[in-house]
């Protein structure tokens, strides 16, 4: 099996900054491309921002110069750096990885797995 947990979110303030992690578990035989996605309420989930094996990155337009994503391939997790926080980043926020992992004793091609979600909410 292969877990995604995340870690990190919470209630901050207009202007303030928030770190999030993930790492990832299990019977793990290569990561790809890591990242964010996050869902507002009543809206569809959206990318934020992902991160290649070799750290190629890219971000949605609205978090570029104020989130960075960066990730330690040796403890199989991606770090989500959130600075200059508005109200409009508010959302549940989820890790995603493209993940080749063994399961029932196969190695299986390169699947989507999700973290279970945190939420951040920023508010005054």
């Known amino acids: 099996q292969v877990q995604l947990v995340e870690s990190g979110g919470g209630l901050v303030q207009p202007g303030g900054s928030l770190r999030l992690s993930c790492a990832a578990s299990g019977t793990i035989f290569s990561i790809n491309t890591m990242g964010w996605y996050r869902q507002a309420p009543g809206k569809a989930r959206d990318v934020v921002a992902l991160i290649t094996s070799g750290g190629s990155t890219n971000y949605a337009d609205s978090v570029k110069g104020r989130f960075t994503i960066s990730r330690d391939n040796a403890k199989k997790t991606v770090y989500l750096q959130m600075n200059s926080l508005n109200p409009e980043d508010t959302a549940v926020y989820y890790c995603?990885?493209?993940?080749?992992?063994?399961?029932?004793?196969?190695?299986?091609?390169?699947?989507?797995?999700w973290g279970q979600g945190t939420q951040v909410t920023v508010s005054s």
């Open positions: 995603y990885g493209e993940i080749r992992a063994i399961r029932l004793g196969v190695l299986r091609q390169y699947d989507d797995y």
